[in-house]
C-alpha cells in the first residue's frame, strides 16, 4: 500500500486559518481582493460552498474536526469547564486510545506518511488531544496571540529542511484573522478606500445595532466593555457610527487579506522546489466571524450561518476541479482522508466520506446539518435547504428568541426573523435536530448531552460572572430596558 503512495510522491499541506468566513475571501465572491493566493489554489482544485463546522467556536471545532465526533459525543463543546475537556474513552479504552489513534492527523501517520504541525492551539486551549499523531510540533509560543510573520519563518525553515523528501504531511496554523486584529501596522490598510458590503449594513441598520444588548456589539467590542489594547491598533473597543464600523471591518479584513499574503510565500515556495503542482492542499478553517448579523461585531459566538459556514478548498493530484454545492461537516474530513489514502477506518466516526466529491465531482451531500454553540450561548441549528433554524436554550445576554428562522438564500445576514410566517419550516427544523439528538445519544457512550453539563455548571463560559457589571455598564450607557430584561430574564 504505501509503495504505490511512494511512487506518487505524496505530500499533503494543510492551511488552516482561524476565523476565516467564506464570504469575505474572492473566491467565494467577496467585493474585496482579500484572497487573491487562496484563490489561485481554489482555481487548482474544488471549492466547497456549504461546508460547515458541527461545533463551534475553537475548541469544539477542532475536537470533532480532529475525533470524527460531534461535541455531543466527544464532550468537548465548550471553552470552559467540564465540558472544554474532551471525555476519557473509559471502559472501552484498550493500551492505546482509539479516539487518538484514529484521529485526523494520525490517518496520514497509518498512511505511511510523516507528520508535523505548526500551531498554537494545543497551548492555547490545553486541548493537547490536537498533537497526537504528530511526529514533530512546532509552537512559537504566544498561545494564539502571535501574527503570522512568526509563524511563517518556521513554515518556510520546515520546507527547506524536508525538501526532496516524500511523503509527508505539514499542518500549518494562522490566527490572523481572530480577534484582536493583529495585521502589523506597516501593513497598512489595502482596503482604506474601497466599499465594504452590498448594501445591507446601511447607516440605518448600524443606528438599530447600536441599540443592541449584549457582548460583542458595537457599544461592547471588548465583549463585556469597550476596553482597548495598544499592542492592537487595528481592535477598537466600540464602534458609535458608520465610520467606525467600517474600522471593524477592515480590521478584520486586513487580516485575512495578511494571512493570504503569507500563504503566498508558502506557495512561492512549494513552487520553487517543484512540487506545488503535483502535491495536495488542503485549506480551511475551524469557523467564521459575525459582522453584524444578530447585532454581533467581531466574533463567533453564535450557532449561526456567519459563525459556522467555514471555507473549504482541496487542491487533489488527479482529483476535479469546481465547485461544490453540497452540505458537508468539517468532521467529514477525517473518513475522505482516510478512503482517499486508503488507510484504516473506524467506527466511532460520525463523518461521512466525501471522497467521491473529490475524485470524481460526485454529489455526496448531506440531506441537512445540525451545528451548535456552547461557549457563548447555548444553541443548536438546524441548516436545511434555503433555511437556518436556530433554537437557544442560553442567549448569552443577546436577548434573543427560543426560535428563530432565516431564509439563508434570501437574507444571508439574517436579518428577518420568519418564524411566524412559517410554522411548518420551524417544524421542519426541530425535528431535524430531534432525530440527531436521538440517534447521537443513541450512539454515546455517555448518558448526558454536553450542553446540559454547561447550563448545570452556570452557563456558556464567555458569560459566567459578567451579569452584574454589565447590567451597569447597560444602565449607564442609556440602555436601561436592555437591562430590566436581562435582569428579569437571569435573575429570577
Same mark, same amino acid.
Given at each position: 500500500?504505501?509503495?504505490?503512495?511512494?511512487?506518487?510522491?505524496?505530500?499533503?499541506?494543510?492551511?488552516?486559518?482561524?476565523?476565516?468566513?467564506?464570504?469575505?475571501?474572492?473566491?467565494?465572491?467577496?467585493?474585496?481582493?482579500?484572497?487573491?493566493?487562496?484563490?489561485?489554489?481554489?482555481?487548482?482544485?474544488?471549492?466547497?460552498?456549504?461546508?460547515?463546522? #458541527?461545533?463551534?467556536?475553537?475548541?469544539?471545532?477542532?475536537?470533532?474536526?480532529?475525533?470524527?465526533?460531534?461535541?455531543?459525543?466527544?464532550?468537548?463543546?465548550?471553552?470552559?469547564?467540564?465540558?472544554?475537556?474532551?471525555?476519557?474513552?473509559?471502559?472501552?479504552?484498550?493500551?492505546?486510545?482509539?479516539?487518538?489513534?484514529?484521529?485526523?492527523?494520525?490517518?496520514?501517520?497509518?498512511?505511511?506518511?510523516?507528520?508535523?504541525?505548526?500551531?498554537?492551539?494545543?497551548?492555547?486551549?490545553?486541548?493537547?488531544?490536537?498533537?497526537?499523531?504528530?511526529?514533530?510540533?512546532?509552537?512559537?509560543?504566544?498561545?494564539?496571540?502571535?501574527?503570522?510573520?512568526?509563524?511563517?519563518?518556521?513554515?518556510?525553515?520546515?520546507?527547506?529542511?524536508?525538501?526532496?523528501?516524500?511523503?509527508?504531511?505539514?499542518?500549518?496554523?494562522?490566527?490572523?484573522?481572530?480577534?484582536?486584529?493583529?495585521?502589523?501596522? @506597516?501593513?497598512?490598510?489595502?482596503?482604506?478606500?474601497?466599499?465594504?458590503?452590498?448594501?445591507?449594513?446601511?447607516?440605518?441598520?448600524?443606528?438599530?445595532?447600536?441599540?443592541?444588548?449584549?457582548?460583542?456589539?458595537?457599544?461592547? !467590542?471588548?465583549?463585556?466593555?469597550?476596553?482597548?489594547? @495598544? +499592542?492592537?491598533?487595528?481592535?477598537?473597543?466600540?464602534?458609535?457610527?458608520?465610520?467606525?464600523?467600517?474600522?471593524?471591518?477592515?480590521?478584520?479584513?486586513?487580516?485575512?487579506?495578511?494571512?493570504?499574503?503569507?500563504?503566498?510565500?508558502?506557495?512561492?515556495?512549494?513552487?520553487? =522546489?517543484?512540487?506545488?503542482?503535483?502535491?495536495?492542499? *488542503? !485549506?480551511?478553517?475551524?469557523?467564521?466571524?459575525?459582522?453584524?448579523? !444578530?447585532?454581533?461585531?467581531?466574533?463567533?459566538?453564535?450557532?449561526?450561518?456567519?459563525?459556522?459556514?467555514?471555507?473549504?478548498?482541496?487542491?487533489?493530484?488527479?482529483?476535479?476541479?469546481?465547485?461544490?454545492?453540497?452540505?458537508?461537516?468539517?468532521?467529514?474530513?477525517?473518513?475522505?482522508?482516510?478512503?482517499?489514502?486508503?488507510?484504516?477506518?473506524?467506527?466511532?466516526?460520525?463523518?461521512? #466520506?466525501?471522497?467521491?466529491?473529490?475524485?470524481?465531482?460526485?454529489?455526496?451531500?448531506?440531506? #441537512?446539518?445540525?451545528?451548535? =454553540?456552547?461557549?457563548?450561548?447555548? +444553541?443548536?441549528?438546524?441548516?436545511?435547504?434555503?433555511?437556518?433554524?436556530?433554537?437557544?436554550?442560553?442567549?448569552?445576554?443577546?436577548?434573543?428568541?427560543?426560535?428563530? !428562522?432565516?431564509?439563508?438564500?434570501?437574507?444571508?445576514?439574517? +436579518?428577518?426573523?420568519?418564524?411566524?410566517?412559517?410554522?411548518?419550516?420551524?417544524? =421542519?427544523?426541530?425535528?431535524? *435536530?430531534?432525530?440527531?439528538?436521538?440517534?447521537?445519544?443513541?450512539?454515546?457512550?455517555?448518558?448526558?448531552?454536553?450542553?446540559?453539563?454547561?447550563?448545570?455548571?452556570?452557563?456558556?463560559?464567555?458569560?459566567?460572572?459578567?451579569?452584574?457589571?454589565?447590567?451597569?455598564?447597560?444602565?449607564?450607557?442609556?440602555?436601561?430596558?436592555?437591562?430590566?430584561?436581562?435582569?428579569?430574564?437571569?435573575?429570577?
Amino acid at each position: 500500500m504505501h509503495s504505490e503512495r511512494e511512487e506518487k510522491h505524496m505530500r499533503i499541506l494543510f492551511i488552516d486559518i482561524d476565523t476565516l468566513r467564506p464570504d469575505h475571501m474572492g473566491c467565494y465572491g467577496y467585493m474585496r481582493n482579500t484572497t487573491p493566493n487562496i484563490d489561485s489554489i481554489a482555481e487548482d482544485g474544488i471549492r466547497f460552498d456549504n461546508y460547515y463546522c #458541527s461545533d463551534a467556536p475553537c475548541l469544539p471545532s477542532r475536537a470533532a474536526l480532529v475525533s470524527g465526533m460531534f461535541g455531543i459525543r466527544n464532550g468537548a463543546v465548550g471553552h470552559g469547564g467540564t465540558a472544554a475537556d474532551r471525555r476519557l474513552t473509559g471502559e472501552p479504552r484498550g493500551f492505546r486510545d482509539y479516539v487518538d489513534d484514529g484521529c485526523l492527523h494520525n490517518i496520514f501517520r497509518h498512511a505511511g506518511m510523516h507528520t508535523a504541525s505548526i500551531s498554537t492551539f494545543a497551548e492555547r486551549h490545553s486541548s493537547w488531544w490536537f498533537n497526537a499523531g504528530f511526529n514533530e510540533c512546532y509552537n512559537v509560543g504566544k498561545t494564539g496571540m502571535e501574527s503570522g510573520e512568526e509563524v511563517l519563518p518556521v513554515v518556510l525553515d520546515w520546507l527547506d529542511r524536508n525538501e526532496g523528501k516524500d511523503n509527508w504531511y505539514l499542518h500549518i496554523h494562522l490566527w490572523d484573522p481572530h480577534t484582536p486584529y493583529r495585521a502589523p501596522k @506597516e501593513f497598512g490598510n489595502p482596503f482604506e478606500n474601497e466599499p465594504f458590503d452590498e448594501g445591507w449594513l446601511t447607516e440605518d441598520i448600524v443606528k438599530k445595532h447600536l441599540e443592541h444588548v449584549g457582548p460583542h456589539c458595537l457599544n461592547e !467590542l471588548n465583549m463585556f466593555d469597550d476596553g482597548t489594547y @495598544e +499592542q492592537y491598533p487595528r481592535m477598537p473597543g466600540k464602534a458609535e457610527n458608520f465610520s467606525e464600523v467600517r474600522r471593524v471591518i477592515d480590521g478584520y479584513d486586513c487580516g485575512v487579506r495578511f494571512a493570504d499574503e503569507l500563504i503566498g510565500k508558502v506557495i512561492a515556495k512549494l513552487r520553487e =522546489q517543484g512540487i506545488y503542482d503535483d502535491m495536495a492542499i *488542503i !485549506l480551511s478553517s475551524d469557523h467564521g466571524e459575525n459582522m453584524g448579523e !444578530l447585532g454581533i461585531y467581531g466574533e463567533h459566538a453564535t450557532a449561526d450561518e456567519p459563525t459556522c459556514h467555514i471555507p473549504f478548498i482541496m487542491k487533489w493530484p488527479g482529483g476535479v476541479k469546481g465547485v461544490d454545492k453540497g452540505f458537508h461537516y468539517s468532521l467529514d474530513l477525517l473518513p475522505t482522508m482516510a478512503e482517499l489514502l486508503n488507510a484504516k477506518k473506524y467506527d466511532h466516526w460520525d463523518g461521512e #466520506s466525501y471522497a467521491k466529491a473529490v475524485t470524481d465531482g460526485e454529489d455526496c451531500s448531506r440531506d #441537512s446539518l445540525v451545528v451548535s =454553540q456552547m461557549a457563548h450561548v447555548c +444553541q443548536r441549528s438546524a441548516r436545511f435547504g434555503d433555511w437556518l433554524y436556530i433554537r437557544t436554550v442560553h442567549d448569552g445576554f443577546h436577548l434573543f428568541d427560543d426560535e428563530m !428562522l432565516f431564509n439563508i438564500k434570501n437574507d444571508p445576514h439574517e +436579518q428577518f426573523d420568519v418564524k411566524e410566517e412559517n410554522p411548518l419550516v420551524c417544524a =421542519q427544523g426541530a425535528k431535524i *435536530i430531534l432525530d440527531w439528538h436521538d440517534e447521537m445519544m443513541k450512539k454515546s457512550d455517555s448518558e448526558i448531552d454536553p450542553m446540559w453539563t454547561v447550563m448545570r455548571e452556570g452557563g456558556p463560559e464567555h458569560t459566567r460572572g459578567y451579569l452584574d457589571d454589565y447590567l451597569k455598564r447597560l444602565e449607564a450607557t442609556g440602555r436601561s430596558e436592555g437591562a430590566e430584561k436581562l435582569r428579569k430574564k437571569y435573575k429570577k
